[in-house]
């Protein structure tokens, strides 16, 4: 049985074999305080044979020489790409794509900028899609929320929260929040929902109108000339 996986280029549902995943493995001492270290390279092959792509990541175990065994991981690293970011269509503003691009790569280097990107595209689309303008992101949140679900409008309110930790300094400077990578990986994640509940759906929304305009337009057209006829 495979493992179900999503290919961070393509972003199709894949079926992982034997034969997509390469590991390379290397267990050394570094020292004697710090013992065994496993470093394991992993490179996978996107079996969708419309990408092909390969993703490339490094991860640092701790190992036990006795027995043989992997501990816990101590780093990871994805290289390529550099983070599980996805493509998004044209019809979505440049400059909301370019925040959700940045929020990816530096999810795990830097959680709480990535946090305070994702508050700034959240904002951006509040103003972009549903025109709201305030000055304020905690007035046009408030403005949303007749126009939004309730759990939508909640998470996007706890963005907003989150987000202004790195968007403005607290009364004391001592003062430190940590947003950890897990965490700014639910704000990326809640920006991913939007553009498909938002952009997305309202594309695919207008191009099924378009066509039951055009199929009405056609047997329109068709009863006109049938009765021309007779």
């Known amino acids: 049985m495979g493992k179900l996986w999503t290919c961070p280029y393509c972003v199709h549902d894949c079926t992982l074999g034997t034969e997509d995943i390469i590991r390379f493995s290397s267990r050394n001492q570094v020292s004697k305080e710090y013992g065994y270290y496993q470093v394991e390279l ?3 092959v996107c079996p969708n044979p419309e990408c092909r792509k390969q993703i490339i ?3 640092i175990h701790e190992a036990n020489i006795v027995t043989g065994t992997t501990g816990k991981r101590l780093y990871s690293w994805q290289l390529e790409p550099e983070s599980n970011q996805k493509p998004w269509p044209d019809y979505i503003p440049l400059q909301l794509r370019n925040d959700y691009s940045e929020a990816c790569l530096i999810q795990t280097k830097s959680p709480k900028a990535s946090a305070t990107l994702s508050r700034r595209c ?5 103003r972009d899609f549903w025109g709201i303008q305030k000055g304020r992101l905690v007035d046009e949140v408030n403005e949303l929320h ?11 309110d706890s963005v907003r929260k989150v987000g202004n930790i790195g968007a403005h300094m607290e009364k004391d400077v001592n003062l430190i929040i940590d947003v950890e990578p897990e965490e700014a990986g639910l704000l990326i994640w809640l920006i991913e929902t939007l553009f498909k509940d938002w952009y997305v759906a309202r594309d695919e929304k207008q191009k099924r ?4 305009k055009e199929l009405a ?5 068709l009863k006109s000339n049938s009765q021309q006829k007779t």
Request: aromatic letters at 4%; charged letters at 15%.
């Open 146 to 156: 007749t126009r939004v679900d309730s759990a939508t409008w909640e998470a996007i």
């Open 122 to 126: 959240i904002q951006g689309m509040i």
């Open 217 to 221: 337009q056609s047997k329109t057209s």
């Open 57 to 59: 990541s490094l991860a």
């Open 42 to 44: 992993t490179i996978i």
């Open 209 to 212: 109108m378009s066509k039951l």
